[in-house]
């Protein structure tokens, strides 16, 4: 069905989750991902012939959807979300592959909090970029454009345009240039904050309670609480939910519990509180998971690669060097055409890399 209002087109580690809650903010609704093209194609036209509301065609996902993307001939405009390619490739190598989602009290936060990275190791490895770059789906936004035939214009943002004030003012000006809800003042604070936290990899989880792992005799029903952040919680539909930070934490601080939310629902609030048993048992546990969580947040951002690392692997590595001009040429081809010159110009991982093969592979 043609009940879609714009084509959104991004790729990995581009900023598509901050863009989706901001979506959902302001009710538009979109389609998903899901394993294959088949699944996809159910899953917009499920949303498109049902939803009466301000919908359009979403594509996050890195692989090519031919036939897919052929039936979305909708006369509609497209925006299309980029970064720095270096610095997409930056958070493609430091990617998390979360392992733990659901743990009960039996087990040792040590353990909970552990992040894997790239063929599960311990810490990411450089190696990853040889993946990357291997793969062309990463870098292939020209080619998916070229599927969609009816495309009024291409409105382009950069990254760094969803980013404090500077987002705001972005929403604002695409909900008049595509006339979806304007984003009132009251919800300036959700696009000015980052989403992107420093509790954000290894969140969310969800804390199972019940009487197999806790020696109360008086709980029948398991109590699960989910701890996440703010912005996550608004992104899963999650705001009928009660946060109990202040309950388990009244008098103690850790640098990183304003951005965690311990949610419940309503009937497994009132297990913990009318349970002073358990509620201390639990209360006990999560004071020595934070301290936990906060000592690891530390170790982790110490593993993380930046971007000067990810150049100078390029410089070692001639024909990987090579091999990621010939895509990223390829893809500026788009990106001249469509972008303003400014976007390419404020890329400064990427302007060192075209200097740096210019100097090396001239």
């Known amino acids: 069905p043609h009940n879609y209002e714009f084509v959104f087109l991004t790729g990995g580690s581009c900023g598509h989750m901050a863009m989706f809650l901001y979506f959902k903010l302001l009710k538009i609704n979109r389609n998903w991902t899901s394993q294959t093209e088949f699944e996809k194609y159910k899953i917009a036209y499920n949303v498109f012939n049902l939803s009466k509301g301000y919908n ?22 497209l925006v299309v979300l980029l970064r720095d390619p270096i ?16 743990f009960d009290l039996s087990f040792n936060p040590e353990n909970v909090l552990i992040n894997k990275y790239y063929k599960m190791k311990d810490c990411p490895s450089l190696e990853k970029i040889d993946s990357i770059v291997e793969n062309s789906h990463y870098f292939n936004i020209s080619q998916k454009i070229s599927y969609f035939t009816n495309i009024t214009e291409v409105i382009t943002l950069d990254i760094k ?39 954000m990899d290894m969140l969310p989880l969800t804390l199972e309670i019940n009487k197999h792992n806790v020696n109360i005799l008086l709980l029948e029903d398991k109590i699960e609480i989910i701890i996440t952040f703010t912005k996550m919680m ?14 388990f934490f009244s008098n103690i601080s850790w640098n990183i519990q304003d951005e965690i939310l311990f949610l419940v629902s309503k009937k497994d ?38 971007t000067e690392d990810i150049l100078n692997y390029f410089k070692e590595n001639r024909k990987l060097r090579l091999k990621l001009k010939s ?35 001239s």
Request: with cysteine.
């Open 327 to 361: 895509i990223l040429d390829n893809e500026m081809i788009f990106t001249k055409k469509y972008c303003s010159s400014d976007i390419v110009a404020s890329w400064k991982y990427y302007q060192e890399f075209e200097k740096m093969c210019e100097e090396l592979d």
């Open 56 to 77: 359009i065609f979403s594509c996050q996902w890195d692989q090519e959807s031919k036939k897919l993307f052929y039936l979305v001939n909708n006369i509609v405009p």
């Open 161 to 199: 345009d969803i980013i404090g004030e500077r987002c705001y003012k972005t929403f604002c000006f695409l909900s008049q240039k595509l006339n979806f809800q304007y984003p009132s003042k009251d919800l300036k604070q959700y696009f000015i904050t980052p989403f992107v936290s420093k509790v």
């Open 269 to 306: 609030e009132d297990k913990l509180k009318n349970n002073y048993s358990l509620f201390l048992i639990v209360q006990e546990y999560l004071k020595n998971f934070m301290n936990v969580f906060e000592e690891k947040i530390k170790q982790e951002k110490k593993k993380l690669f930046n």
């Open 234 to 247: 608004l992104y899963c539909n999650q705001e009928n939910l009660v946060d109990l930070k202040k309950d």
């Open 87 to 102: 610095e997409r490739i930056k958070s493609l190598t430091n990617h998390i592959v979360k392992h733990v989602d659901k």
